[in-house]
């Protein structure tokens, strides 16, 4: 069964960092896109990144470039999203999701069939 499980989230003063983790099991994550979503109370999930199965592709939302960074270790079975420089828009639950298609530009979360449960990020002093 395939499975992803999101770990990382809490709370941090604006302008601090963290880093998500997405980690899988019972499917070979390396043939897999795997995107990042995030969804704010009363707001539409939207894609915040996706890297490409052997990540030398990667996409980011405008609202996170140059703070937000995507990377994948394979041999691991995890994607990470390294986040810094947080702002309180960055407030929302974070979801990582995987398909075996491309990582596409438009981040769109119905291109994803495979979801994790998802991790709280809140941003505020």
């Known amino acids: 069964q395939l499975q992803l499980v999101e770990s990382g989230g809490g709370l941090v003063q604006p302008g601090g960092s963290l880093r998500l983790s997405c980690a899988s099991s019972?499917?070979?994550?390396?043939?897999?896109?795997i995107g990042w979503f995030r969804q704010a109370p009363g707001k539409e999930r939207e894609g915040v990144s996706c890297i490409s199965s052997g990540g030398g592709r990667t996409n980011y939302a405008d609202s996170v470039k140059g703070r937000f960074t995507i990377s994948r270790d394979n041999a691991k079975n995890t994607v990470y999203l390294q986040m810094n420089s947080l702002e309180p828009e960055d407030t929302a639950a974070y979801y990582c999701?995987?398909?075996?298609?491309?990582?596409?530009?438009?981040?769109?979360?119905?291109?994803?069939?495979?979801w994790g449960q998802g991790t709280q990020v809140t941003v505020s002093t």
């Open positions: 019972g499917f070979t994550m390396g043939s897999y896109a």
């Open positions: 999701a995987a398909d075996l298609r491309p990582c596409r530009a438009t981040m769109n979360p119905h291109d994803y069939a495979n």
